[in-house]
């Protein structure tokens, strides 16, 4: 059966590195990242003579939406041609939002593929020290607004995703530290491999 695998977190957690890695070990496998999409982006906000800022209202009335739109239509395209397609994106608002979630599995149940997402678990303190030194345009103003910005944050574990009867649609990937990384890289991909 083919799987979509939705690789998701709050930003700086990880998601990249862990995505990355994931694709290299598995295989038949396309990678996604959204992040591909932010040259459209800028220029929208050139195009509109707005300030550059994924936290703006103008980003979430005109460009966020339509980023997770593209990407997961790219990878409903792409299961066409392969087995496994892994998307990097946080999903903050969808993975919680039971319709969107409900919508994306009828998608995905026509073309005969499973849905998987892996939570990438990581220490908030650790996260801002990885936007820090990532020292990313798109984190001038998360970092600039800390307390507002994480305190519109969820880091919460999307429980409500997990059904009992099926070992593999939340997957919860710990990334505080190089040893809790290697430990959920092995255990991961052995249940996708299965």
């Given at each position: 059966?083919k799987r979509?695998?939705?690789?998701?977190?709050?930003?700086?957690s990880?998601?990249?590195?862990?995505?990355k890695q994931?694709?290299?070990k598995?295989k038949?496998?396309?990678?996604?990242?959204k992040?591909?999409?932010?040259v459209?982006?800028?220029?929208?906000?050139?195009?509109?003579?707005?300030e550059y800022?994924?936290s703006s209202?103008?980003?979430?009335?005109?460009i966020?939406?339509y980023?997770?739109?593209?990407?997961?239509?790219?990878?409903?395209?792409a299961?066409?041609?392969?087995?496994?397609?892994?998307?990097n994106?946080?999903f903050?608002r969808?993975?919680?939002d039971?319709?969107?979630?409900?919508d994306?599995?009828a998608?995905l149940?026509?073309?005969?593929?499973?849905l998987t997402v892996?939570?990438v678990?990581?220490?908030?303190?650790?996260?801002?020290q990885?936007?820090?030194?990532?020292?990313?345009d798109?984190?001038?103003?998360?970092?600039?607004?800390w307390?507002?910005?994480?305190?519109?944050?969820n880091?919460?574990i999307?429980?409500?995703?997990d059904?009992?009867k099926?070992?593999?649609?939340?997957?919860?990937?710990?990334?505080?530290?190089q040893?809790?990384?290697e430990?959920?890289?092995?255990?991961?991909?052995k249940?996708?491999?299965?």
């Open positions: 059966m979509l695998i939705l690789v998701t977190s709050p930003p700086a990880g998601k990249t590195y862990i995505s994931l694709a290299k598995l038949h496998v396309v990678y996604l990242d992040d591909t999409l932010i459209l982006s800028r220029q929208i906000f050139a195009v509109a003579n707005q800022n994924r209202d103008f980003f979430e009335k005109n966020r939406d980023e997770y739109e593209a990407i997961v239509a790219l990878a409903l395209e299961l066409e041609y392969d087995d496994i397609v892994l998307i994106a946080p903050t969808e993975i919680r039971e319709k969107y979630m409900a994306l599995k998608k149940a026509l073309k005969n593929a499973r892996i939570w678990k990581t220490d908030v303190a650790v996260c801002r990885r936007m820090i030194s990532r020292n990313s798109r984190d001038t103003w998360k970092l600039e607004h307390d507002e910005y994480i305190s519109g944050i880091f919460e999307p429980r409500e995703l059904d009992p099926c070992k593999d649609d939340l997957l919860v990937f710990e990334n505080s530290s040893q809790e990384f430990q959920s890289m092995e255990e991961i991909l249940i996708i491999e299965e």
